[in-house]
C-alpha cells in the first residue's frame, strides 16, 4: 500500500503574484484597521519631525552660525563700486558692550544706517570676548533651536515608542489570527493529506512561516508609509529649497530603480529555496528523532547523520545565496547614496562660493540626502522581507487552499444544511457499504466493489490476511478517506451529506498502536471535559479494566504522560485507550487489531475489557487471530480487496471455505503440526 508518494518533495510553485498574497491577507488585517491607521497616524507625525531637523540645523547656520553671502550692503556703503559676495555680521550700537568693541576697534567696523557692520574676515581678529559679546543674541537663537532640536528628538522618541508599541501588539495578535486559522483548517483536513504531508513540513508552517509573517505586519505595512511619506517630503523640501541642485541630485534615482527591480527576482528565488530547505531538515529531524530506536537498533546513525548533513550543506547553500544576493545589492544602494552626497558636495559647494546658495541650504541638502537614501535602503529591506513573508505566504495559502476534508467544509458551523435529516446520526441502527471501491493511488486498487452491513447491537468480524483491506473499511466507515465509488449509508442516508463531527460522535475506535497525548491520563480519556463525577470516573476505569494501572502511577489519574505514553506497556495504553472508548458511551465500536501488539496474559485482559465495551452496542472487530472472532454475529473474509466469504463462525465451518482453511492453518500452528 504505498500512498506517501513524493513525501520529502515540496510542491513546487509557479510564479505567484505579490498583489494577490496581499490581497489574501487584507482579511486578517481588517479587524485591526483602527490601530493601522493610528500607527500611520503615529508616522506621519514622525515623520514630520524628521524632516524638521536638517531645516533647524539650516536655519541655525544661516541665521545664527554663518549668514549667507552678500553684496547688497556693501553696494548701498559704497556706490558705483563693485563689490565681492562676503559675509557680514551686523549689529546696534546700542548696547554698552558692542560700543565699547567698537571704540576699541574703530578700523574693523563700517556704519550702515542704523546698524554697523563687520566682516567675517575681521573677526578672527577680535578676542573671543568680544566677539561674544557682539554675538550674543547669535548665540541665544542657537539656543531656542538647541531647545526645539530637543523637543523634537523627545517628541520623536515618544512617538516612535507608541507606535511600536501598537505596531508590535497589532502584528502578534495578526499573527495569532492567522496561526490559529491555518491550525483550524489542517484539523478538518482528511487523513489523506497528512499521509503527503509530513510532520516536519506542517511544522513549519505554523511556526517557521507564520513567524515570518511578523516583520511584514509590524514594520513593513506601517513603516512603509514612513519612508514613502519621508521620501515624498524630502523632495518637496529639496525642491523648494533650491529646485536646480534638487534636480541634480535626483540624477542617481533611476539606477537605484533598475537595480531594485533587477534584484527582486533574484532576492525572491533565494527565500523560496530557503523556506523549502528549512521544511525539509525539520521533516527529516522530525522523522529521525520518532525513529531513533530503529536507527540505534540497525546502527545506521552515520547513514542519518550524513543525511541530516546533507539536507544542512543544502540550506547553508540556499543561505549563502541570498546573501550573495543581498551583499551586492545593499551596498549598490549605499555607493549610489555616497556618489549623490559626492555631486551636492561638488555643485552645491560651487554654488556656496559663488553666493547663490547660503551654506545652511548646501548643510541642509547633505542632510536631507542622506536621510532620502535611508528610507530607500530601508524600503529595500521592507522589499527582503516582503519577499520572505511572501514565500511563506505562499506555503500557508498552499495549505489553507487545501480542500480535501471529508465534508468538503471544516466544521458543521461552516457547512450549508446538507439534503440529509441530521436526526438520522440520533441513533446508529444500521450502517451499510454498498459497492463500495477504494484506492490510496489510482493504479493500485485496495477494495473492489465492496458490500456488506452493520446492524444495531451486532458484532461483525473482518478477517483476512495483511494488506488484504480490513484497515481500510475502518477508515472508511470513519470518513477519515472517501470511497472512489460507491456509498456508505448511515440509517439509509448517505454519510457524504452527514458533518463528520457530528457522525463521528457515535463512534469509538481502538486501534492496535493507541496513540496517547502528552497530558494527564485523565485529559486522555476526558480530554476537555472538567465535569466529570468521581463516580463516572471509577465506573469507566473499572469497566477499562484500568483501575490497578491508574492506582500504580505516581499521581494517579492525575499522572502527566510523557512522549506519548512511552513509558508503559503497549497493553496498559490499550487499556487507556479502552477507557477512553467507554468515556465516549459510543454507539458502534471499531476494534482494529486491539490485541496484536499484547501478550497472552494481558490479552485476557484487554478481552474482558473488550468483552464490556462491545456488550450491547454495535461492534466491528477487525482481527487476525481467528479465536477473538469466533463469537461473533457476523464474519466477513476478505481477500486482496474482495469479499470471499459471510457468514457465523459454524456456518462458514461448514462451508470449509477460506475460512474453515484459515481456522485449520492457525490450530495446526498452535499445535505445532
Known amino acids: 500500500m504505498r500512498h506517501d508518494m513524493g513525501y520529502f518533495e515540496e510542491k513546487k510553485l509557479g510564479k505567484s503574484y505579490d498583489t494577490r498574497l496581499l490581497k489574501r491577507l487584507f482579511p486578517f488585517l481588517k479587524p485591526y484597521h483602527l490601530m493601522i491607521l493610528v500607527s500611520i497616524f503615529l508616522v506621519m507625525l514622525i515623520t514630520l519631525l524628521d524632516l524638521a531637523i536638517p531645516y533647524v540645523t539650516k536655519i541655525a547656520i544661516d541665521q545664527y552660525i554663518v549668514p549667507k553671502m552678500d553684496t547688497e550692503v556693501l553696494k548701498e556703503m559704497r556706490p558705483g563700486k563693485t563689490a565681492a559676495p562676503s559675509r557680514y555680521l551686523k549689529v546696534k550700537p546700542g548696547d554698552p558692550g558692542i560700543r565699547t568693541v567698537l571704540e576699541n576697534h574703530p578700523d574693523l567696523f563700517e556704519k550702515k544706517g542704523q546698524w554697523v557692520i563687520i566682516s567675517y574676515q575681521h573677526l578672527s581678529r577680535l578676542e573671543p570676548e568680544d566677539i561674544a559679546v557682539l554675538r550674543k543674541d547669535d548665540l541665544s537663537g542657537i539656543g531656542r533651536l538647541g531647545g526645539i532640536f530637543l523637543l523634537i528628538i523627545i517628541l520623536s522618541f515618544g512617538l516612535n515608542f507608541l507606535q511600536k508599541i501598537i505596531m508590535e501588539y497589532t502584528g502578534y495578535r495578526m499573527m495569532n489570527d492567522l496561526r490559529l486559522n491555518l491550525f483550524h483548517h489542517i484539523q478538518y483536513l482528511s487523513i489523506s493529506f497528512f499521509t503527503q504531508n509530513p510532520v516536519g513540513r506542517l511544522v513549519t508552517r505554523i511556526t517557521n512561516d507564520i513567524q515570518n509573517m511578523h516583520e511584514l505586519f509590524t514594520s513593513v505595512i506601517s513603516l512603509v508609509f514612513k519612508d514613502l511619506f519621508l521620501l515624498v517630503g524630502i523632495a518637496t523640501v529639496l525642491l523648494i529649497m533650491n529646485w536646480k541642485l534638487a534636480l541634480v541630485s535626483f540624477l542617481v534615482l533611476p539606477l537605484v530603480v533598475y537595480t531594485s527591480l533587477a534584484f527582486s527576482g533574484r532576492i525572491r528565488d533565494a527565500f523560496r529555496a530557503l523556506r523549502i530547505k528549512i521544511a525539509e531538515i525539520n521533516t527529516t529531524l522530525s522523522e529521525m528523532i520518532d525513529g531513533i530506536s530503529v536507527i540505534q537498533s540497525f546502527c545506521k546513525e552515520k547513514v542519518a547523520a550524513d543525511n541530516f548533513s546533507r539536507l544542512n550543506h543544502e540550506y547553508y547553500l540556499a543561505g549563502m545565496r541570498q546573501i550573495n544576493v543581498l551583499a551586492v545589492f545593499m551596498p549598490l544602494i549605499e555607493v549610489f547614496g555616497i556618489a549623490t552626497v559626492s555631486v551636492i558636495i561638488f555643485y552645491g559647494g560651487k554654488n556656496v562660493l559663488e553666493g547663490q546658495i547660503s551654506l545652511g541650504v548646501l548643510v541642509a541638502f547633505i542632510s536631507y540626502m542622506r536621510m532620502f537614501f535611508r528610507p530607500i535602503r530601508d524600503l529595500a529591506e521592507k522589499y527582503n522581507i516582503l519577499q520572505n513573508a511572501l514565500a511563506s505566504a505562499e506555503r500557508i495559502f498552499l495549505i489553507l487552499d487545501t480542500n480535501n476534508s471529508i465534508d468538503g467544509v471544516e466544521n458543521e458551523s ?175 465500536i471499531i476494534l482494529d487489531e486491539a490485541t496484536s501488539y499484547i501478550d497472552s496474559l494481558t490479552e485476557d485482559v484487554i478481552q474482558d475489557a473488550l468483552s464490556k465495551l462491545m456488550a450491547g452496542r454495535t461492534a466491528l472487530v477487525i482481527a487476525h487471530r481467528l479465536s477473538t472472532v469466533r463469537h461473533a454475529d457476523k464474519i466477513i473474509v476478505i481477500d486482496k480487496g474482495s469479499i470471499l466469504e459471510i457468514g457465523n463462525h459454524d456456518t462458514l465451518m461448514k462451508k470449509q471455505g477460506s475460512y474453515f482453511r484459515m481456522n485449520h492453518l492457525q490450530h495446526c500452528l498452535g499445535e505445532a503440526c
Open 414 to 588: 461552516d457547512s450549508v444544511q446538507p439534503a440529509t435529516d441530521l436526526n438520522v446520526v440520533e441513533k446508529i441502527e444500521s450502517l451499510a457499504l454498498e459497492n463500495v471501491s477504494f484506492s490510496y493511488i489510482p493504479s493500485e486498487p485496495v477494495l473492489k466493489s465492496i458490500s456488506l452491513s452493520l446492524r444495531a447491537g451486532e458484532t461483525t468480524a473482518i478477517i483476512g490476511a495483511t494488506g488484504s483491506g480490513k484497515t481500510s473499511i475502518a477508515n472508511l466507515i470513519m470518513k477519515f478517506y472517501d470511497p472512489v465509488s460507491g456509498n456508505i449509508l448511515l440509517n439509509g442516508q448517505n454519510i457524504k451529506n452527514i458533518p463528520a463531527t457530528r457522525y463521528r460522535s457515535k463512534i469509538a475506535l481502538v486501534t492496535q498502536d493507541p496513540f496517547l497525548f502528552t497530558d494527564t491520563v485523565f485529559a486522555n480519556i476526558w480530554r476537555d471535559r472538567q465535569d466529570i463525577s468521581e463516580k463516572e470516573i471509577a465506573r469507566v476505569l473499572t469497566a477499562a479494566n484500568c483501575k490497578e494501572l491508574i492506582e500504580k502511577q505516581p499521581n494517579g489519574i492525575h499522572t502527566v504522560l510523557t512522549r506519548g505514553g512511552t513509558a508503559l506497556s503497549s497493553g496498559e495504553r490499550q487499556l487507556i485507550s479502552i477507557a477512553r472508548a467507554f468515556a465516549r458511551s459510543p454507539e458502534l
